[in-house]
């Protein structure tokens, strides 16, 4: 997913036991994914590894701010992020149902977690997200306010020209 080193883990040398990875998520980090919903972000990742014989788990810590367009006005807004969770690592052959277990091939030798940090933000984010009322770019949502008014506009105008008389017939039954 990601051509960006710092989030592929080595995990073949490492003894068993906690290994702690740090990383710090930019606008960069965004900028290499294609269709991204988030645009930016300043995030402090700890990723700590715990190494076992048949399994690894990953405890991420994530804190900081991402940027994503407001709904409404679709100027950027910081967006708080405060994010624990666990991923538990195995090896097998055989695909994973479960969203928090990842099965990797026994050839493997690293993981990278640039997908994982990436699915976990966008998961974290509200439904809707937007400004306060009074914070929100005026200039945009004007630009809005005319176009939705001139497109009713247009619909009731064409309603009215585009109805099948026998319609209008109807109408006077009651």
């Excluded at 991923?87 to 994973?96: C, V």
């Excluded at 050839?107 to 966008?122: G, N, P, Q, R």
Aim: charged share 30%.
């Amino acid at each position: 997913m990601s051509s960006n080193k710092e989030f592929i883990i080595p995990f073949e040398g490492l003894k068993n036991g906690k290994h702690s990875f740090k990383f710090h998520i930019t606008a960069a980090f965004f900028e290499e994914l294609a269709y991204s919903i988030i645009q930016g972000g300043d995030v402090k990742v700890d990723f700590e590894l715990n190494k076992k014989e048949t399994m690894m788990i990953g405890e991420i810590e994530m804190s900081g701010t991402i940027q994503k367009p407001c709904d409404r006005c679709t100027d950027l807004m910081d967006i708080p992020v405060d994010i624990t969770h666990q991923i538990i690592y195995k090896f097998g052959e055989e695909e994973s149902e479960d969203e928090n277990l990842i099965v990797l091939p026994p050839s493997a030798f690293t993981i990278d977690v640039a997908s994982d940090l990436y699915e976990l933000l966008t998961v974290a984010l509200p439904s809707r997200t937007v400004h306060k009322e009074d914070e929100c770019n005026e200039e945009m949502l004007d630009l809005i306010d005319q176009y939705v008014d001139s497109s009713e506009n247009e619909e009731e105008d064409s309603d009215e020209e585009d109805i099948d008389p026998r319609w209008n017939a109807l109408k006077n039954l009651n």
